[in-house]
């Protein structure tokens, strides 16, 4: 099996970080470190696993305000002080306290590969099959490769992710980061994009669609 290409950890204690270096490396894994929270805005939430070692409930609530932002934290590990409690709220994260085992550690992480594996391919949307990981959408019938972009990319997932549909304001604060009060006339030109790539008309929509002012993704 291929292995994940973007696993990611914020480690304080570096030689922490630099014996687990060396462990994973004998499993076949590259891990790469960042030094603070901030770094992680500009990484790919949906293509990585992440591990955090948390040592304050502030660091705790600033990791959680990020993915409340990027609506996806199924792919992340949090390694917690002892004397920090685990969130309530309910973020689907794999729990360790420190101190850990290895073995542990590695076990769930093979899981999380195997688990971001299956979900390459597990959405489709007629003849289309989505590609999450690699951005693109695969013709069933003649394997024919359409390459997303990265807004078209994230804002497929959104929708996915929003099983009561979403507004545009919503998509504007949530894809592009914006207030909620911009103009929408970009957004629209995506999604009509978008929708060239994935509907047989796009002008008459039957995968994303619009019904009472929410966007929707039918699939199969």
């Not at 409690?85 to 729990?95: D, G, S, W």
């Not at 804002?155 to 919503?170: A, V």
């Not at 980061?177 to 994009?193: F, G, N, P, W």
Request: glycine share 2%; hydrophobic share 35%.
């Amino acid at each position: 099996m291929t292995k994940v290409k973007n696993l990611i950890a914020i480690f304080k204690r570096n030689l922490f970080f630099f014996e687990l270096q060396k462990l994973f490396k004998k499993e076949g894994f590259k891990i790469n470190l960042k030094k603070d929270f901030k770094s992680l805005k500009k990484s790919n939430f949906q293509n990585s696993i992440f591990i955090f070692e948390i040592n304050s409930e502030n660091e705790l609530q600033h990791i959680l305000s990020l993915f409340k932002k990027n609506q996806n934290s199924s792919n992340s590990i949090f390694i917690l002080n002892k004397k920090i409690k685990p969130p309530t709220e309910n973020f689907n994260v794999k729990i360790l306290n420190q101190p850990i085992m290895f073995n542990d550690l590695l076990r769930y992480i093979k899981t999380l590969e195997t688990t971001l594996s299956k979900e390459k391919l597990n959405v489709k949307f007629g003849n289309k099959l989505y590609d999450r990981l690699n951005s693109k959408l695969i013709n069933d019938s003649n394997g024919d490769c359409i390459k997303l972009t990265d807004l078209e990319n994230k804002l497929i997932s959104f929708i996915l992710n929003k099983n009561d549909g979403c507004t545009k304001n919503e998509i504007l604060k949530n894809v592009w980061e914006h207030v909620a009060k911009l103009e929408t006339h970009t957004m629209e030109s995506l999604i009509y994009r978008l929708r060239k790539k994935i509907e047989d008309d796009p002008n008459q929509p039957r995968t994303l669609i619009q019904i009472n002012k929410k966007y929707y993704l039918n699939r199969d």
